[in-house]
């Protein structure tokens, strides 16, 4: 699949209907889950279990699935959103496996490593919140892509130790009005995505900024 169809079929899933603050719970825009999961399968990252920690209404974890991971997982504390993921996989007939738990304490039942991808909370709301799932992600995968606040480079490469950033790539992050203090309808925040081994690589690939339609909505 291109990554524009992947991108189209993305932007049509449901959002959140009840979004939770503290969570920090903001939808992965389609544009950007599409870039990575498109880059996940182009370096083979998807031929292999796949985790979505923080899932949220299933974006990343359904795009996996779209991509031909063998298996998914979807984890996610707050059962309104996993109802969004579980309609949207049904809708896009997907097969994604869907656990309700705390990313602090997954439930690694199988032991399997495999592929991490996550959208985790900046840590506004909760300081160090983004430690959390940057520990369990290094519990559960040797591969993993996560997404945080621009300049945010050195502190990941310094907490993901012996892990290494082996590509980074910049983007805008497209937020809708979704809670009472947002005074705009739509914002685009400046985001850095990684993607990190748990081996040492010997080059560090940056992937130049793209422009996506809803950075000119912003």
Known sequence: MRRKELEIKLEGLEGFSRPKLHLEQYTTPASIAAHIVHLAHLMGDLRRCVYDLGCGTGV????AALMGAPRVVGMEIDPHALAAAHRNAHRLGVNVELV???IARPPLRDGVKGTVLMNPPFGAQ?????????RAAMAMGDVIYTIHNEGSR????RFVEPFTITHMYRARYTIGRMYPH??????????????????????????????HNEEKAA
């Open 60 to 63: 990343l974890a359904i795009a």
């Open 100 to 102: 309700q738990c705390d």
């Open 126 to 134: 909760r300081r160090g919140a983004d430690r959390a799932f940057l």
């Open 154 to 157: 050195r502190f990941v490469e």
């Open 182 to 211: 947002h005074t705009r309808e739509v914002v685009g925040l400046p985001v850095e995505i990684y993607r990190i081994e748990a081996k040492r690589g010997d080059s560090y690939k940056a992937i130049q900024e793209e422009e």
